[in-house]
């Protein structure tokens, strides 16, 4: 089955703390995995793609195949990080499969 | 370039009725997607349209159905409204079907709600 699994509903933190979004996925086969992130009143919008290593925004995700783990961190969390995160697989049909999303609130 | 457009913003139906939801890709962009994200979840994949042939279909009833145009823009027709119909219902746009470099823009979505 092709899955993402977000455990955490809501992720509260203060400014300047470490953030760590949790997203555990399965797949057989070469995932290819992606950060989706919709601020508010905003519309969804790519954050970062594993295949690309890149940090956006201070944001990074790796890869774990091992743990089938893609979880996103940021070292300095900031109030304009608040914004609902989704992580997403990309399906055999070339879709997306996304988790429920995890809604992270910084707090001053 | 506007990005993914979407029409209308909101729409309220009766069960039972029809509905078409529009979607304009971005300029250039070849394939179309369809998600319905209902409150509390994620979007959910319902259809997937590049060069005007559907490219893949999610777990949706057939009740459920799309068409692209050869400019490119997609329909959604939903038929036969259930309460459980009401979502915001998501399109996002690609250059093509599913290269793992491509990425999908979304649109702001049309909220449907059905009474």
């Known amino acids: 089955a092709q899955r993402v699994t977000q455990p955490e509903k809501l992720l509260s933190v203060f400014k300047g703390a470490p953030v760590e979004l949790k997203c555990n996925y399965s797949?057989?086969?070469?995932?290819?995995l992606f950060w989706y992130v919709q601020y508010s009143r905003q519309r969804l919008q790519l954050l970062l793609r594993?295949?690309s290593r890149e940090s956006i925004k201070g944001f990074t995700a790796d890869l774990n195949k091992g743990e089938t783990s893609f979880h996103l961190k940021k070292p300095f969390a900031q109030e304009e990080d608040s914004a609902m995160y989704y992580c997403?697989?990309?399906?055999?049909?070339?879709?997306?499969?996304f988790g429920k999303g995890t809604k992270l609130s910084v707090k001053p | 370039d506007a990005g993914v457009t979407q029409s209308p913003t909101h729409l309220i139906k009766t069960r039972g009725q029809h509905v078409t939801l529009r979607c304009s890709p971005i300029?250039?962009?070849?394939?179309v997607s369809w998600y319905q994200q209902v409150l509390g979840q994620g979007p959910q994949f319902i259809f997937q349209?590049?060069?005007?042939?559907?490219?893949g279909r999610g777990n949706f009833p057939d009740r459920f159905s799309a068409r692209q145009f050869p400019n490119y823009s997609s329909e959604l027709n939903v038929n036969a409204l259930l309460l459980g119909d009401s979502a915001l219902y998501l399109c996002?746009?690609?250059?093509?079907?599913?290269?793992?470099?491509?990425?999908?823009?979304f649109g702001p979505g049309t909220r449907l709600t059905v009474l």
């Open positions: 996002a746009s690609s250059l093509w079907a599913s290269y793992s470099t491509d990425t999908q823009y």
């Open positions: 300029s250039g962009h070849k394939s």
């Open positions: 594993h295949i």
């Open positions: 797949y057989s086969g070469s995932p290819e």
């Open positions: 997403a697989l990309k399906g055999s049909q070339g879709n997306l499969i």
């Open positions: 349209y590049y060069e005007k042939e559907e490219r």
